[in-house]
């Protein structure tokens, strides 16, 4: 199936660094989601973007719905241990009860 | 408000079984979408119900089908199960107007033996 390209695959950085990641497609979406996942558990919610060149912040996290509507950035500022976990792009196009997900971004943080 | 819930939350079933995973949505929500997570494949999407009538549709085979109750709980359905078919299933549910952001539930981990 479809999947985003997502980037990096892994991320191992000290608590207190600043964490990048990315995430583009062949495809233009209306919406794009990032998602925090935790073992055992089901992708949380963390930030949503619905115009493209929007730029949303929760707290350390800030992302970007980029301007060809093609990609999305997140950013994780001053990265703390419960920071740790999998972080997944998602992108919807016309279809509203369809996401299609990047393959993610392992984060370690190490204190 | 109670979140997304999903049972059972682990299941062992013999291949050439069938199964059948449940989904409750948060209260309001009338989506219901169904996402298999693998390490190979990573999510990737089932289909949707929206007011009982399955709205969107992935590319998966006819052994893997659904359906939505007017409560808009929903179940998804494993036929004929293969090796393959081990996975955790997301469930995840939604509100059919803006901003249609899609909540997950905590997964069903599948294991096919």
Redesign the interface.
Known sequence: GQQLNQSPQSMFIQEGEDVSMNCTSSSIFNTWLWYKQDPGEGPVLLIALYKAGELTSNGRLTAQFGITRKDSFLNISASIPSDVGIYFCAGRGTSYGKLTFGQGTILTVHP | KAG?TQTPRYLIKTRGQQVTLSCSPISGHR?V?W?QQTPG?????LF???SETQ??K??FPGRFSGRQFSNSRSEMNVSTLELGDSALY?C?S?L?TF?????????TRLTVT
């Open positions: 997304v989506s979408s996402y494949q990573g999510l990737q999407f949707e119900y929206f709205r969107n992935g590319n997301l995840a939604s059919d901003p249609y952001e899609q909540y997950f539930g905590p997964g």
